[in-house]
Each structure stands twice: as structure tokens, then as C-alpha cells.
């Protein structure tokens, strides 16, 4: 515990309207207790006592800091260890949404850039506190009215990004099912960075508003200015790519359904989604309204499900705010009994301390050693059979070489590299990724080594190959030594 004498002086700092919607419950329950609040879209503004959600955070401003995500689904492409890439060991607290974060959390714990300085706590999530609210509830009774809706049961679409059409194609796929379609679109805020750096994007949220507006009698185009929690609280499944809101759909015990195909332009070529939650139903675009309908049959089961994953994704809903800032409070004033780290199955203080004096090489050594216990673990789903790696290109060779260190030896590369077809490196022989169709009767391993992982993968899926069982991603780990 650092020696400094703290005041109720707090900084909220936000850069979009989803981080100003995470921060602001605590924000009121500072004032609440007579705290000097700011709320700063200035990431690099000075702070006595700073409370940052962002990626890129500069804690070096604040007397004392706090991190927690801005996002349930953050740093989704690096799982488990988002903080390879977003450190958390200059900040003096970390605060986790629920048990599915904090299991993330305690398996990346080995990592000491993952180690605020006086613990990490398992508080909830404060963009979740308004839907215990009277007002809120009164809100949703009188959106839900003023919407005039038809059916019982309502489908909500709620992408990530709008592109290539994607609303049509889910309002077509399920236009003639008897389901409320409600189409929310996120709030694109100029000022934020995001409009100017795609406003393509916005063009295509009116085009595709325009076009549905009126559609039929069961499309409901709905205002992106209204909060997206006040939508799920009368859905019963949502359809998505890859946004958090399939986690945020969970509070209201609503089914998740992800479009596996549905690209995401965040990248030149645009990527295929990318998908690691395990609470969500993932399907195709040509088989949305076959995905629907199953589970409409099935309703009542899969919703109790989604309870289940709530449950394990969300502490102190309702009072997470509060939970915040007794910590806070108890950091403020010593008298003030603070709330437990979440440390079970992590490192101990000492432990801790002595991770933190390690230097950068020894850290890649650990991460190493790491990812070679990996490895061995998957020797015995290995045995026997072919070893394939797919990319010859950098992580394909670094691939190769670790396996070599586990005594794993690769028998084939796999590439899109129509060059490099037939010839040959490190000894082996580069193929065409339909060469795993043609051997798909004896199912060779696969170690992903590229960096186009998300496309690899859906393409062992298509073919029949299970994560861990039939393949497994070195990428994620290799592109961190």
C-alpha cells in the first residue's frame, strides 16, 4: 500500500459515449459522498485520484489510480491475457466485472504487467447499475409501449459495426417469423474519433435506417441515441457479430446469437468476427433463420442458460457504484474497512513483489516456459497423428521451433501463398489449405501460425476441426515473444 495521504478529489476519464456510460454511476456515487468530481475526455488531464477504462491509459497523471474495462468483451482477440497489450501493473487498483473476468484475470496472473499494485477486486459492473432502478424500469414500460410492439416475443439486432448490408440481411432472414425486429444501431459521436476515422459507417446506418424504416409491421427502427440497456430489457434473444452487448444481454437473461461471418472493418482486408464467448449460440449468415428458429423452440431452456452466464459474468449488479467507491473510501480514509482482493489462485504479495523486479527479459523467459507447459499439454491430443502448420511465413517458422522444443515434429506447412506452393522451408513441404480436405479422413493437428488466426480458424471449423481437440492457435502466444 503506497504511502500518501489522499482527499475526495476524483478524476472519470472517458473518450466515448460507452466508457461515459460505464463511468458515470460512480461518478454520482462520488458526489454522493462529497467528493470534487470531474469528468474529463482529456486522457492525459493531471488527477489527484484518477479512474480510467480505456485501453491506453497514462496513470503516470494521477496521485493514485484505478483501471476497469470499458467493455465485457475487451481484448476479446487476445484471451485470456488482455494485458499483454493493455498493462495494469502502474495502477494502483484493478477492478473486475465478475467471476468469467477474474478467471481471465488469475490464468494471465503469471504475466506481472497484469498486477496492479495493491490487488485486483471482483466489483461488478456500473453500467449495470440503472437497470434495478425504478426510473429505469418506469422508462423501459414507457419505450415499450410507445414502440406499439406486435408480437410477444422480440429479436434485437445490435451489431458492432454496420457494413455490407448486414441489417438487411438479418431483417430478410427473419422478416416472416412471428418476432418483434427492433434494429439499434450504436451512437456514433463525432468528436470521439471514431466518425472521422470510418464515416462510411454512418452512411450506412442511415442507408440502412431509411430502408427499414416503414418496412413491415414487425420492423422497429429504434433511436441510437436511447441507451442500448433500456432495448434488452424486453429482448429475448439478440443477434450480433462480435459487440459486448451479447454480454450486456445477459442482465435481462436474453439468448446470444453471433454471426460468425459478418465482417468487421477494423482491418484492410475487413476480418471475419471474432468469437471466444462461451455463452453465445454461433451460427452463419445463410443459417440465421434456421438458428432462430431452433431456438425459439427452445426458448425457455436456452433463457435459463443466459441466467446461468450472468450469474458468473456480473457481481453486485445494482450496486457496483457503491462497491467502488467503499473501496475508494477505504483508501481514502485507513478507518474505512476496505472489500477483499480477488487473489485466490493467483500470486501471493511476495510472490507478487518479487515478479514485479523482474526485468523484460526475464518476463519473455516466463511467458516462454509459459507457453511450453501449453504445449506439452497438448501431446497427447497430438499423438499419433500428422502435425500441420498453418502460415510459412515469421510465427509459421517460430511455430515450428517451439514445437521442435516439446519434441512435437511438423510434417507439413499450410499456406494461401499461391507461390509458395510445392516448395519447400525449413525442410518442409508447403501446401495448399485444401490439402486438409483432401486428408480430412485421418484429421491431422493444426497449429495456427499466422496472424490471420480469425480466418483460419473459421475455416477449420467449416471443415469439422475443434479448438484444442483438432487445433490450436499459437499466434496469440507467439506474437507476444
Not at 418476432?179 to 444501431?185: E, P, T
Not at 434456421?290 to 459474468?313: G, S
Request: charged fraction near 25%; glycine fraction near 6%.
Amino acid at each position: 500500500m503506497r504511502e500518501l495521504e489522499l482527499h475526495k478529489d476524483i478524476t472519470f476519464f472517458y473518450t466515448d459515449g460507452g466508457e461515459l456510460q460505464q463511468i458515470k454511476p460512480v461518478a454520482a456515487e462520488a458526489e454522493a459522498r462529497g467528493y470534487k468530481v470531474t469528468i474529463s475526455a482529456d486522457i492525459h488531464e493531471k488527477a489527484h485520484i484518477g479512474v480510467y477504462c480505456q485501453h491506453r491509459c497514462y496513470p503516470e497523471n494521477a496521485d493514485f489510480s484505478m483501471i476497469m474495462l470499458h467493455d465485457m468483451g475487451q481484448g476479446h482477440n487476445r484471451w485470456p491475457n488482455i494485458w499483454n497489450g493493455e498493462p495494469w501493473n502502474k495502477f494502483d487498483v484493478g477492478i473486475l466485472p465478475g467471476d468469467g473476468w477474474v478467471k481471465r484475470w488469475v490464468d494471465s496472473s503469471w504475466d506481472p504487467i497484469s498486477m496492479p499494485v495493491n490487488g485486483v477486486y471482483k466489483l461488478g459492473w456500473p453500467k449495470a447499475d440503472i437497470i434495478t432502478t425504478d426510473s429505469f424500469k418506469k422508462e423501459v414500460a414507457e419505450l415499450k409501449q410507445s414502440m406499439n410492439l406486435k408480437h410477444p416475443i422480440t429479436v434485437l439486432y445490435a451489431p458492432s459495426w454496420e457494413n455490407d448490408g448486414k441489417q438487411h440481411e438479418f431483417v430478410k432472414a427473419l422478416e416472416k417469423l412471428p418476432v418483434n425486429l427492433v434494429l439499434k444501431q450504436g451512437p456514433w459521436k463525432a468528436g470521439t474519433g471514431w466518425v472521422e476515422r470510418y464515416p462510411h459507417i454512418i452512411e450506412n446506418i442511415k442507408e440502412m435506417n431509411a430502408l427499414h424504416e416503414n418496412y413491415a409491421d414487425n420492423v422497429y427502427v429504434a433511436d441510437s441515441e436511447i441507451n442500448i440497456m433500456h432495448f434488452l430489457a424486453f429482448t429475448d434473444i439478440i443477434v450480433s457479430d462480435e459487440s459486448s452487448v451479447l454480454f450486456e444481454a445477459l442482465l435481462f437473461d436474453a439468448c446470444g446469437v453471433a454471426v460468425s461471418d459478418w465482417l468487421i472493418p477494423d482491418t484492410v482486408p475487413s476480418r471475419f468476427a471474432d468469437i471466444p464467448y462461451d455463452h453465445v449460440i454461433k451460427t452463419e449468415k445463410v443459417k440465421l433463420t434456421e438458428t432462430i428458429e431452433k431456438l425459439l423452440n427452445h426458448l425457455t431452456e436456452e433463457k435459463l442458460k443466459a441466467k446461468q452466464h450472468k450469474e458468473n459474468n456480473f457481481e453486485h449488479i445494482g450496486t457496483s457504484a457503491y462497491q467502488i467507491m467503499q473501496l475508494v473510501d477505504s483508501f481514502v480514509d485507513c478507518n474505512i474497512p476496505a472489500p477483499q482482493p480477488e487473489v485466490e489462485g493467483a500470486l501471493d504479495q511476495q510472490a507478487l513483489q518479487a515478479l514485479l523486479a523482474i526485468n523484460n527479459e526475464d518476463v519473455r523467459q516466463v511467458r516462454e516456459q509459459i507457453y511450453m507447459e501449453k504445449l506439452e499439454s497438448l501431446i497427447q491430443s497430438t499423438a499419433g497423428r500428422k502435425i500441420v502448420v498453418w502460415g510459412a511465413g515469421g510465427l509459421g517458422s517460430k511455430t515450428v521451433v517451439f514445437l521442435e522444443k516439446c519434441q512435437i515434429k511438423t510434417d507439413l506447412f499450410v499456406d494461401a501463398n499461391e507461390q509458395a506452393w510445392g516448395t519447400f522451408k525449413e525442410g518442409i513441404r508447403i501446401e495448399a489449405p485444401d490439402a486438409l480436405e483432401k486428408n480430412n479422413a485421418s484429421k491431422p493437428f493444426i497449429f495456427i501460425g499466422t496472424s490471420f488466426s480469425h480466418d483460419v480458424i473459421r475455416q477449420l471449423a467449416k471443415l469439422g476441426f475443434v479448438e484444442e481437440e483438432d487445433f490450436h492457435n499459437s499466434s496469440r502466444w507467439l506474437m507476444s515473444l
